[in-house]
């Protein structure tokens, strides 16, 4: 029994259409539909399906409930599987775009004849996502993935790589889960809250019906209302849930006296009137899985086709199965629960022995779930198969990138591992390899830190005298510390070489070595990085691995580059890219490198065009949110140098819906702080720095531009907030005793620090290092950078930032150095010189030439604008305020109109006077306004004396309250 009407749903319902609506018209929408068991989600989603316009496609997807051994992508492959019905094979390959093979790792009815080859996880989604965005150009489409709090690891990271990158799509990706499911570290949970900020997801959690909703329900199940108790009655046994009170009212029950008391007993009551041939059945069914197709349950059943029709049947008349194209499953899942707690332990281990077996003899079958059999065997407790079948499913998980369902069958496998007599003979491998291999599964789903123990186990388990698998070990717990952000992998890497030490050459040595010189690169180790990866290349050339001396040069190339010695290093680069021919690992390394140098030694226009040829290849090796985001980002970086900042924003904005790994996203980051900053919106700088800095963190204790990087933006954002000593804090990477220099990045954050250091002495800022020692420290960072091709304007904005009588950056001639048009065409970031303008522009406004401050603020102004520069236009406006030269906002006319309020005391200050009046507030003493406003002190104590007569207040103090007053109500 099924209420006809949707009742209590009316406003989720118009939601689902709106949702609908807007991808009909080419936006993409999202809708989480989640609630308790029974509360009516299937429901809801049935009926909005039911409403569909024609040209509508609508495709299912059923996660499935197979305790922690959910296949990869189920329920995303079987609404793919639907697509294909709807739309043909040859429709669906041509729809996924240049990444089509990949989608054979899902589909295997897809694969080409002769197939590219599937890529990595990012081809994979990509090709997913491609194929859904240029289906639903040919119908609106509808995906409903239901039961979101089974789904495995795999489905969870594509559908939210699918909701950040689908935005401009005729597709509505519908999402229900259990929320009474969803305890402390449920897996779902983090995806929620993170798509509650998305605009473009929307929420409904449905409610339990109200008292009157009951009433109706009922009504209309019963054909009559119930009177005032029995209303009563079942409100109190159903809590409002839907699917208790139809399964409450059902037909035949009698009187409400007779009703289940229980919940398992209000379950089971359809269960228990059936034939006990029927009841056999369902728990068959129940111990297959949310469904079962009626080919697998013909072949475990042992019963004639007949009888097996007949029970189905009683089954479905019943309402406790339904029934699709080609498979059984309940009703409401909580019935499934419920019946398969009836299984005896004798009939569970003979039933799921029956589905195991009949699984394995479909092995060979596209789609076969190796992962369902492993489940099986399990629950069957037959070890020995469920050691083999969890070694079988966690090849099928990697082969399909699902990295957390490898890690977890490999960690099962280990688990019975010491149960299976022949355990070694069995797997094909030592404990160790398997140990290796299920660490590097957990790395790659970013556990790292779990992954660090199992290859901890395993060198424990090794030795010294296995070489090359020892040296492995150490190079794999070398990759895992450097994921995390922690230290120690040089370390391991040189303790690794130690290891094969004395043994002949190899393509592994040649690899510890590279990843060694690139450790030390990191690290700005240049001479070191420079010396190792000499030899790495060395070992590869004896060897013959061109794409290991490849990576050899590449490293040498940027180690030289970074340390000045600049022509020999982009020879090295130039060469890495010539042995990288043929090797798409090695071209890519090759070009991220490459255009990092271009941008860092100003050669803007270059990095760009380096980069972007590099992004598309990055796609097609289906890398584009490792490798491709940080190609992304060495896009971004010199748009944003060249002042073309709307176009950085859009790759910067691409590259960052990619989601990718904290390793590739922290320039990102620090290149969108750097852009919220200057755009002019500070609150949102400092709100995303306060959310990425423990990832920034992690790699700033590792690689030393992420932390000159972070340094530096974090720095100027606590500048603009006003905390000048903090700002000091963040810059002291750059002072740090027995650094060691990165010109590069050294020169943008000591004129940074410069200027942090210039505020503190104009704002009487104590900071705790002595400030003539500071700037020392300061001088001598330039000095030891000075050569490196952009120095010229950061070395002019640092000493134009310490000038001036106070070293307070108030000297006219070096900011007019400073802001030099020549200067600027010498590789300096289109930003640097508006800015110079306007410090120029206070500088004069500060030695009273107004008139020249004035012009100089409106060119800062117009340079600004012209690249976006908002932080540069809100101060240029300060300026001018400050100066008098506009107008302040909010004040009151000097004529009331009639009818409005009698004028305040605050009405008879002019501009000037509630300028000074708010720096009182602020307790800044008459030589700090004079210098704030640009005014004599003289000036400044006249101010002051017409404020107190005006405000009849004795004090500076009174008038501070008095201020404090007038900004409650906005008159300052």
Known sequence: MQSSSLIGREGDLASLEAALTRAVAGNAATVLVGGEA??????????????????????????????????????????????????????????AGPGRDALAVLLPELAAEEPAGSGGPDRLFDAVATAFEALSRRHPLVVVIEDLHWADQA????????????????????????????????????????????????????????RRQVRRLSTELRGAPL??????????????????????????????????????????????????????????????????????????????????????????????????????????????????????????????????????????????D??????????????????????????????????????????????????VPDAEQLAGRSRIELLAETAYALRDAGESERAGDLIDEAIAASSPQRAEEYARLLRGKASFLANIG???????????????????????????????????????????????????????????????????????GIARVAAGDIDRGLADLELAGELADGNDSAAIRHLINASDALSLLGRYEEAVQVAESGVEQARQRGVERTS???????????????????????????????????????????????????????????????GWRPGLGLQRRIEVQSQLGLAAVAGEIALENGAVAEAWAEVQPLLEPGRRGFAAYDLPLAAIAARVLG????????????PAEAERALRRVLAGASSWPTAAVHVALAEAELGGSEGAGSDVALWERAAEPTLHRSGAPAALRPYALLRLAEALAGEGGRAEARLRAEEARSAGAAIGLGLVVQRVSELERRMGLVRASGRQSAVPAAGSPARGVEDDLTERERQVLELIARGLSNRQIAETLFISAKTASVHVSNILRKTNTSTRTEAAFLARSFAGRGAI
């Open 38 to 95: 029974g509360i009516g989600k299937t429901r809801l989603v049935t009926e909005f399906a039911a409403r569909l316009p024609e040209r509508t496609v609508l495709v299912r997807g059923q996660c499935v409930d197979l305790d922690r051994d959910a296949p990869p992508y189920a329920p995303l492959i079987a609404a793919l599987r639907a697509l294909v019905a709807a739309f043909g094979v040859a429709v669906v390959r041509e729809s």
């Open 628 to 690: 491709g985001a940080m190609l992304l980002s060495n896009v971004a970086a010199p748009l944003f140098a060249l002042g073309r900042t709307a176009r950085a924003d859009e790759v910067l904005d691409r590259a960052l819906e990619l989601d990718p790994p904290i390793g590739f996203s922290a320039h990102l980051q620090r290149l969108k702080l750097q852009s919220t900053l200057w755009s002019g919106d500070v609150q949102l700088a400092d709100r995303l720095l306060r």
């Open 155 to 210: 489905t969870l990271g594509l559908l939210r790589f699918l909701i950040r990158v689908l935005e401009r799509a005729g597709l509505v990706l519908l999402l229900t889960y259990r929320s009474d499911e969803l305890g402390r570290g449920h897996p779902l949970r983090p995806l929620i809250a993170e798509l509650d900020r998305s605009r473009r997801v929307e929420r409904l959690e449905l409610a339990r019906l109200s």
């Open 486 to 556: 922690e230290t120690g992998s040089i370390e391991l890497l040189r303790q690794a070489l130690g290891v094969l030490e004395g043994r002949p050459r190899s393509v592994l040595r040649a690899n510890v070595l590279g990843e060694l010189a690139a450790r030390l690169m990191l690290a700005a180790c240049f001479g070191d990085a420079v010396q190792t990866a000499d030899a790495a290349f060395a070992e590869a050339q004896e060897v013959g691995s061109r794409p290991r001396m490849s990576v050899a040069a590449n490293i040498r």
């Open 370 to 419: 190796a992962a369902a059999v492993s489940y099986h065997w399990m629950a069957a407790r037959d070890l020995r198969a469920a050691f083999t079948s969890s070694l079988t499913a966690m090849e099928q998980a990697r082969q399909s990138f699902a990295s957390a369902g490898a890690a977890r069958l490999g960690e099962r496998a280990l688990e019975l591992w010491e149960r």
């Open 227 to 368: 009177d005032g108790a029995e209303l009563d009655e079942v409100v109190q046994r159903t809590d409002g849930v839907p699917f208790f009170v139809e399964e409450l009212l059902r037909g035949g029950l009698g009187p409400v006296e007779s009703l289940p008391d229980t919940l398992r007993e209000l379950l089971l009551a359809r269960y228990e009137l059936l034939a006990d041939p029927t009841q056999r059945l369902l728990r068959l069914i129940a111990a297959g899985g949310v469904r079962v197709e009626h080919e697998l349950l013909s072949a475990v059943a042992e019963v004639p086709a007949e009888s097996l029709d007949e029970a189905a049947r009683e089954a479905v008349q019943a309402g406790v199965l339904q029934v699709d194209e080609t498979a059984y499953s309940f009703r409401h899942a909580l019935v499934r629960e419920a019946v398969h707690d009836e299984l005896l332990p004798g009939e569970r281990v003979r039933f799921h022995t029956r589905y195991a077996e009949a699984l394995e003899q479909r092995a060979a079958t596209p789609g076969a």
């Open 759 to 770: 505020r503190a002495r104009a704002t009487g800022t104590a900071l705790p290092d002595d």
